[in-house]
């Protein structure tokens, strides 16, 4: 099998070679080094206090910034930041971006010897594998690379703003492609993994090198209640969402919480959007009450681009440009992208609308963060990561992880009778139909770089079977003039039919929101018409971040097997036919519920979670729908059939150690007796830590990797609470025939709590269900 393999896939190493002569020629192998302040040879360094390494960085940082003049001072309050040459500070740039691989745009420069990066599938379909550990990889792998770039002269800083750890809430949001789905649970564990492997950490934490030092600064953003666009007029700009107390706790502050608290992010973005009539970039409470105070966040606070200027402009929050900017340094913003701040602070300071002290705390922040970096600690070739280098970026190791994260990621949805895998020796001819076949920049999605390689799908699978026949059926995904009839004669000639159609960035981006959720234009016309002539059913491939509603496709006998491919990135192609051809197998579960189209009657701007059934407000996410989904959350079929065992729980019963607070006015006596969890004693939390052992057997002959979902379930909730919720989860990789036996860590303060009306964290008594699979098991909190 493994011979074969190498020889099906001798035509893409063959184009990608072919492509490797024709890129321009390498620059210098050793270019001088970046930008630095603190050089050794400058008499001026000695004489610098910031510039001692061996003193702390805070007082490093207060002696840099008790230097600056005013104009200077304000001249680094945005993305773009000058240089002090009389203090020997080089320029810098704030802004990049490192999603899912280093992007070509603001501080990154693809113009010498590092000429692309690997391009890792769009996160939507990365955190379809459930895995902690590949998350951590992955960000391990970029985070090498933009120091490289970095090291080679290509990367005007070392702050990128990612992840983007917003909870998508709404189907049609152009932008959920980005985040790795709908919970709060997942959010948080792809924050965590994502920032200590980027910035250089351990994948448990702690391991950072002395004083701090980061490989490079990841942000999480956007800071909170982000997830529209621009949905019929409304957009991102001026929308004002008016959350609850209980949604922010439960839903969308959990991931920044853990962000911070645990990923030891070093920046945050706020958003464009008001929370509750208050523009996110002028929040006290939410920038320097919730962050700095409750969660202890050290980083820098960074606006999203011109958030500043349309408080003023567009909001109308403020009556003068210097409001805006007095409002957003008051509440603990640090850095503007953009350059409002840098024309209207010095009017605000001679207004005495800010003063210099709160211009002080800003740059304070910022310049901690770039010297935990290592730029003020001379030449960086010869500080901590001075020695990655170009070998490292598209390396073979990082493009064998892009090719297991988009295998891992890839969920099969339909597989009647089947019908997948094909077998290549009874494949004597393919027909391949659909405009995303013959693309490969958009199998990237957004916010990506070059990538190391760029093989389309369709080149994939010619690669294993040689009769394949194309037929884009459409000219594009809009799909508004279908050659049904040219993809029919294609169809009918074939031994098997492979269908790749979706949407793509014309579809769904930034800026731009769906308003439905069906497949465009006359796509389903030319799926079905083309199912309907083939010889046998066909395959059906979709690609998208956001779902799409397939119920005819799932109930067409004519389609025997459905795929979700994402935008799996430069390793997609590959990935998918190996997939197809039955070399890996499937294992990837949905990280959002799939709604269907009458779902667009919900108000897109209605943020509210859970629903109200007087009104036939139906709620969101799996945690609180109440209406029919086409495919539900963490559904995810595989080439092999999985059971599941309870083993043991090590704690079936707690007791709450005090007496609970009084119930609410108006509380029924059959209401149950809760107690806040921060009543609760951290050494209580720390002793209720119990395991729940899960055996998982494969039925099949096939090899596996299997994400294991654990859910908490109340026997009676509350009003309000989830119907049910993931507390953990782990991805194992099981033998065909053979068991494995999970140990999934829970703790009842943690995982077994609520959010009340007023945001407040409460552990009710009462029983509840662990799940995974259709197995439960029962454990009781007792007052």
Not at 485 to 491: D, I, L, S, T
Request: glycine share 8%.
């Amino acid at each position: 099998m493994r011979q074969h393999r190498v020889q099906s896939l001798s035509l893409l190493i063959v184009l990608i070679s072919l492509a490797a002569l024709l890129s321009p020629p390498a620059a210098s192998a050793e270019p001088p080094p970046p930008p630095f302040s603190c050089d050794s040879s400058s008499p001026s360094t000695q004489s610098f206090p910031f510039c001692n390494a061996s003193l702390p960085i805070s007082k490093r940082a207060q002696d840099l910034v008790s230097r600056l003049t005013l104009d200077e001072k304000i001249s680094q309050l945005v993305n773009s930041a000058p240089a002090i040459h009389r203090l020997g500070v080089p320029a810098y740039e704030w802004w990049s971006e490192a999603l899912h691989g280093i992007r070509d745009r603001h501080g990154i420069r693809f113009n010498g010897t590092i000429r692309s990066a690997t391009s890792f599938p769009q996160v939507i379909l990365t955190a379809a594998s459930f895995d902690v550990d590949l998350w951590y990889r992955i960000a391990q792998a970029i985070g090498t690379e933009t120091r490289a770039m970095y090291n080679w002269g290509q990367a005007m800083g070392m702050t990128f703003w990612a992840p983007n750890i917003n909870i998508f809430r709404d189907p049609r949001w152009g932008r959920g492609q980005e985040t790795p789905g709908e919970d709060p649970v997942v959010g948080g564990e792809y924050a965590v993994s994502y920032v200590r492997g980027f910035q250089g950490d351990a994948v448990q934490g702690g391991g950072k090198q002395p004083r701090g030092i980061l490989q490079s600064s990841a942000c999480c953003k956007h800071f909170t209640a982000y997830d529209l666009d621009n949905w019929k007029g409304v957009d991102r700009y001026i929308f004002n969402a008016r959350v609850t107390a209980q949604d922010l706790a439960d839903t969308f502050q959990p991931p920044f919480q853990r962000c911070i608290q645990d990923g030891k992010a070093s920046g945050i973005m706020c958003a464009y959007n008001q929370v509750n009539g208050i523009p996110s970039c002028a929040d006290y409470n939410l920038l320097t009450d919730t962050v700095r105070r409750q969660w202890s966040f050290d980083g820098y606070i960074v606006s999203d681009c011109d958030a500043v200027s349309i408080i003023y402009e567009k909001q109308k929050y403020t009556k003068t440009p210097e409001d805006a900017v007095a409002d957003v340094l008051k509440a603990g913003m640090d850095v503007n992208c953009g350059d409002y701040l840098q024309k209207h602070t010095k009017s605000a300071v001679k207004q005495k609308k800010v003063s210099v002290s709160e211009i002080d705390k800003a740059l304070y922040n910022l310049f901690l963060v770039r010297m935990r970096l290592g730029l003020f600690n001379g030449d960086p070739k010869n500080q901590p990561f001075g020695n990655i280098g170009p070998d490292q970026v598209c390396s073979q190791k990082h493009q064998d992880l892009a090719l297991e994260a988009a295998r891992s990621g890839i969920v099969l949805l339909k597989n009647k009778e089947k019908r997948l895998p094909i077998q290549r020796s009874k494949c004597m001819s393919l027909a391949v139909i659909g405009p995303n076949a013959k693309n490969a920049t958009m199998l990237l999605g957004n916010y990506a770089g070059p990538p190391c390689k760029s093989v389309t799908l369709l080149q994939a699978l010619q690669s294993y079977v040689k009769d394949t026949r194309y037929q884009a059926g459409c000219d594009d995904v809009a799909c508004s003039s279908p050659s049904i009839a040219q993809a029919v004669e294609v169809a009918k000639a074939a031994d098997h039919v492979v269908l790749i159609m979706g949407l793509d960035q014309t579809q769904e981006r930034e800026k731009f929101d769906r308003v439905n959720l069906v497949l465009p234009g006359r796509q389903r016309e030319l799926i079905t018409t083309v199912a309907q002539a083939a010889k046998k059913p066909v395959i059906l491939v979709i690609l998208c971040g956001g779902p799409v509603d397939i119920r005819f496709a799932k109930d067409d006998q004519n389609i025997g097997s459905i795929l979700w491919a994402g935008y799996p990135g430069e390793a997609g192609g590959v990935a998918l036919s190996e997939i197809i051809f039955g070399e890996h197998n499937p294992g990837g579960r949905l990280p959002v519920t799939w709604y269907p189209q009458e779902f667009t009657r919900v108000p897109m701007t209605d943020m509210r979670m859970r629903p109200e059934p007087s009104t036939g407000y139906p709620g969101r996410t799996y945690r609180f729908y109440q209406g029919q989904s086409v495919f539900k959350y963490g559904y995810g079929l595989s080439y092999t059939e999985y059971s599941y065992k309870f083993i043991s729980v090590t704690k079936e019963l707690f007791y709450l150690n005090r007496s609970p607070r009084s119930q609410p006015d108006g509380a029924s006596d059959a209401s149950p007796r809760y107690i806040p969890v921060s009543d609760l004693e951290a050494e209580f939390c720390k002793k209720s830590n119990f395991v729940a052992t899960v055996e998982v057997k494969n039925h099949g002959d096939m090899v596996g990797k299997h994400p294991v979902l654990l859910f908490v379930r109340h026997a009676k909730p509350s009003s309000g609470s989830p119907m049910k919720q993931l507390v953990v989860f782990q991805s194992v990789e099981v033998k065909g025939g053979n068991t494995v036996e999970v140990q999934l860590a829970l703790n009842p303060c943690d995982h077994l709590s609520r959010a009340d009306d007023n945001g407040v964290m409460i552990l009710e008594e009462g029983r509840r269900f662990l799940e995974v699979g259709d197995q439960e098991y029962p454990i009781n909190v007792m007052a």
